[in-house]
């Protein structure tokens, strides 16, 4: 039963255009949603997370967006840079315990 | 910077062999984890701790168990290991949920067992 889902499993974008990630979730208790970037043969790192009490939250060139009706986050990068190709991973957390959903490779293009 | 170091990038071992995967943090978090990242799959919990010598199972505990004897210390093994145990295994930690939410992840072991 997969909780978490990110339906799209790549994504190209042209580097200083809009990469937008999209993620789908099925429990409403959740208390924060968490992106992590992800290069091959290294660990995770986190990017931004959101509150369920917040629809939106940014950083730099990172924003977050959270649709509670819809059960839905995006993560909104802009302008798209070369180094941001990486695996993007959506993640909810409840109490402790981190849920991620299966990934985004994001290409962008130079 | 908190730092989670996992014991190896790379290990290679044969089918029916004890493998331990060793981790450890530097930031006295109370909780730790242990994934598997699998291409189409993502990070699927196996275990995690939230105390010395507490732990639960996470989605996929079959063929594991974990130990945390010391706080800064969280091992998975392998009790026989299985070519469906290749993977790239990670480690993570994080505080109790008092408002800060991020966990911390090492660098990955890439388990291939052949």
């Known amino acids: 039963d997969q909780q978490v889902k990110q339906n799209s499993p790549s994504l190209s974008v042209q580097e200083g255009r809009i990469s937008i990630l999209n993620c789908d979730y099925t429990?409403?208790?959740?208390?924060?949603f968490l992106w992590y970037k992800k290069y091959p043969a290294e660990g995770p790192t986190f990017l931004i997370s959101i509150s369920s009490i917040k629809d939106k939250n940014e950083d730099g060139r990172f924003t977050v967006f959270l649709n509670k009706s819809a059960k839905h986050l995006s993560l909104h990068i802009v302008p798209s840079q070369p180094g941001d190709s990486a695996v993007y991973f959506c993640a909810a957390l409840k109490g402790y315990k981190y849920i991620f959903g299966t990934g985004t490779r994001l290409k962008v293009l130079a | 910077d908190v730092k989670v170091t996992q014991s190896s990038r790379y290990l290679v071992k044969r089918t029916g062999e004890k493998v331990f995967l060793e981790c450890v943090q530097d930031?006295?978090?109370?909780?730790m984890f242990w994934y598997r990242q699998d291409p189409g799959l993502g990070l699927r919990l196996i275990y995690f701790?939230?105390?010395?010598?507490?732990?639960e199972k996470g989605d996929i505990p079959e063929g594991y168990s974990v130990s945390r004897e010391k706080k800064e210390r969280f091992s998975l093994i392998l009790e026989s290991a299985s070519t469906n145990q290749t993977s790239m295994y990670l480690c993570?930690?994080?505080?109790?949920?008092?408002?800060?939410?991020?966990?911390?992840f090492g660098q990955g072991t890439r388990l291939t067992v052949v």
């Open positions: 701790s939230y105390d010395v010598k507490m732990k």
């Open positions: 993570a930690s994080s505080l109790p949920q008092t408002g800060n939410t991020e966990a911390f």
């Open positions: 429990n409403s208790m959740f208390d924060y």
């Open positions: 930031m006295d978090h109370e909780n």
